[in-house]
């Protein structure tokens, strides 16, 4: 009995100290003058299209790595092909490099004097789009994968007998075993691509106004002294990814009981 309790608020600590307390901090940093203040600070015109940036490298990296995630992890469980193991092991390399090496790779490939430099990819929205994919690119697939391989192939080969097509078979059996899983990969995702800083950081050139992220931005106005600024950016990415985890638990019981 007291072993369990031992545990259990050791568990509670942990969680308070690593997560509970930094961000009750920023929160409490964010509006210990007021909401106005910090309501300001997130409405001013280089805050707002940094906001903008954002939205747009997670609006595009997002459906991009759930489609790729899904299709890779379909590969990587129902097929065999050459190099499938290389390839398993190539798409957790976003998780095993750091992300200013990630960066700094798209700047010698795509930058001035690049294998395909010339197209205005880095210092623009393009290469940090890449940048963005790149970081956030294994979630899916990880969530994806093991779900696929508990449930097995049974059902998808008993619906191919039946007359059903790759297509039917996977919208009406595969896909309603694996949703969920998508989906708390899309959070993950979703997550990744809001916050990242390293890589985008390395290719964006950090213009204000034109290619300054939200997590830019945050560290831009830190630096520059507007606490107030810096921590209402990061309160405003924080709410962005809480509501996406929020609309994923309160659709489930629908999703299902439907």
Known sequence: MIGRYVVRFAALGYVM???ALPVGYVFYRTFRHGFWPAWHAVTTPDAVHALKV???L???AVPANTIFGVLAALAIVRYRFPGAGVFNAVVDLPLALS???VGLALLVLYGRGGWLGGHHVVFALPGMVLATMFVSLPFVVREVVPVLREIGTEQEQAAATLGAGAWQTFWRVTWPAIRWATAYGVVLTTARALGEFGAVSVVSGRLAGQTESLTLYVQD???AFDEV????????LALIAVTTLLLMTALKPKEETR
């Open 54 to 56: 954002t939205l747009i």
């Open 17 to 19: 100290v690593l997560l």
């Open 58 to 60: 997670a609006g595009i």
């Open 229 to 236: 600024g810096a921590y209402a950016s990061a309160v405003v």
């Open 221 to 223: 106005r830190y630096q």
């Open 99 to 101: 992300p200013v090496v």
